[in-house]
């Protein structure tokens, strides 16, 4: 597959130099399985496969960019073509740039050859397996709306003009699950999902049992009044969090004035317990591989150390307006999109306490299991109010559900809030987090 990417690639290249341009190819090869299961019955079997092809070209300063999934040689000269026309009704701007030279990159062993041989018959008793722990765990589980089992691989080219090439393959699996639990009129929802690099690693077992667990403890809970309380936040929320902290620390947001931490590098911006990382040299983490969505090499990027901001987060584009290089997150969803600045593996360093001494300190707290209405924050000025449930912390240990509630407050404080960080590192897609505890947070209930 590399050698017919490869080859595309040296077509648009090859053009592009005739015509006395720079352009750039990005080439993808995807392919996915997805299986569903309810019931103990596979519902949904689907697989899907794709190649494609982006081209970007800058003229003069003007950007052009086309794609297409014909990699015949009459329909890349035809995209090239397009991209070159479209080029000359955009606006010239000095920052738009391609990665110069030839990287070197680091190596990574991102592709487990044992997701390709394990059989179907296989992953689907996965997917079952989960349903039927997740049943077993408590007589209360009484839906299963689904469960199933996914992987994905996919092989990456990237070449431009400046003589740039990499290329590079990887994959990856998980396993899913959410169900309902029931206690008389009551009803609660528990869900669980888990990716790993290799599929040796996937726990169906684990994943069925947690999300029973998330269902059972939330039944029969009620509302508690509205106090500032202590606050222990799962590694599951803290990462909603990291994902509005994200753009914080996108350079594109910074440069649009849209950063809640804009010109603040080298100041303290959070608790002396918090370190962030974004990390695509992490080989154990999704989104690790050895270049980004423009072939700039992978680097481990220490975002936040001890509090203090180190870093903002760039690609090509905004690197070059910022006059610094490019830390390599130019994130790319697919050929049919241009770079833009992206997380890799953006994890928050874990602590040293475990979750149970964290809680067995708190005389009165809440314990947040869900977070709702994220998308609602304000990542300029940092205020929040979201729609939260959980569990009442008395005397250091958790006792009763509680839901109906809002947590608020506001990002400068709440990361700034953070007392003490739990030894349970946990990853959610490519997000990590451990267990948090805050000082306090305002919680509105009755």
């Keep these: ?71 015949s040689a009459y329909a890349i000269e035809e995209a090239l073509d397009h991209a070159l026309s479209i080029s000359r009704y955009t606006v010239a701007d000095q920052h738009n740039q391609l990665p110069e030279g030839n990287f ?112 059972v403890r939330s039944l029969n809970a009620r509302s508690i009044n509205s106090a500032q309380l202590p606050c222990i936040l799962e590694p599951y929320v803290v990462t909603k969090f990291l994902g509005l902290l994200a753009q914080s620390v996108d350079a594109g947001a910074v440069q649009k004035g849209k950063s809640l931490w804009g010109e603040q590098t080298g100041q303290l911006v959070a608790s ?42 760039y690609d090509s584009y905004t690197a070059g307006k910022a006059g610094v290089e490019s830390t390599g997150n130019g994130h790319r969803g697919s050929f049919r999109s241009l770079p833009s600045v992206g997380t890799s593996n953006f994890m928050l360093q874990a602590g040293c306490e475990s979750p149970e001494k964290l809680i067995s300190e708190i005389e009165k707290g809440f314990y947040v299991t869900e977070i709702m209405g994220m998308h609602t924050a304000n990542p300029i000025s940092g205020d929040f109010s979201l729609g939260a449930s959980g569990l009442m912390i008395e005397n250091g240990m958790l006792t009763y559900p509680v839901r109906g509630v809002t947590v608020a407050g506001n990002m400068v404080n709440f990361f700034k809030d953070i007392e003490t960080l739990g030894n349970d590192l946990c990853f959610f897609g490519s997000r990590a987090a451990p267990t948090v505890r805050l000082r306090s947070m305002s919680i509105a209930g009755e």
């Design 1 to 71: 597959m590399e050698n017919l990417l490869s080859a595309a690639g040296e077509r648009v290249i090859n053009s592009a130099r005739k015509k006395g341009i720079e352009a750039e190819a990005f080439l993808l090869h995807d392919k996915e399985l997805s299986i569903e299961i309810i019931d103990g019955r596979m519902d949904t079997l689907k697989e899907a496969e794709e190649t494609g092809l982006g081209i970007r070209v800058i003229n003069d300063g003007k950007l052009g960019f086309v794609y297409t999934s014909d990699l």
């Design 104 to 215: 070197a990159y680091p190596v990574m062993d991102l592709y487990d050859d044992n997701i390709i041989s394990t059989s179907l018959e296989a992953k689907i008793e996965m997917a079952r397996q989960i349903e039927r722990v997740a049943r077993s765990c408590d007589s209360r589980v009484r839906i299963i709306e689904r469960a199933g089992y996914n992987d994905n691989e996919f092989t990456a080219v990237i070449m431009n003009t400046h003589g740039l090439y990499a290329s590079g393959r990887a994959n990856s699996c998980g396993l899913y699950i959410f169900l309902v639990a029931q206690e008389g009129n009551d009803a609660q929802n528990g869900f669980s999902f888990s990716s790993k690099k290799c599929i040796r690693d996937l726990q169906p077992e684990a994943v069925g049992k947690e999300a029973a667990r998330r269902a």
């Design 272 to 313: 002396e317990h918090f370190s962030l990382l974004d990390d695509a040299t992490y080989a154990q983490g999704i989104a690790a591989f050895p270049f980004d969505g423009e072939g700039v090499p992978a680097r481990r990027n220490i975002v936040i150390k001890d509090g203090v901001l180190q870093t903002f987060l």
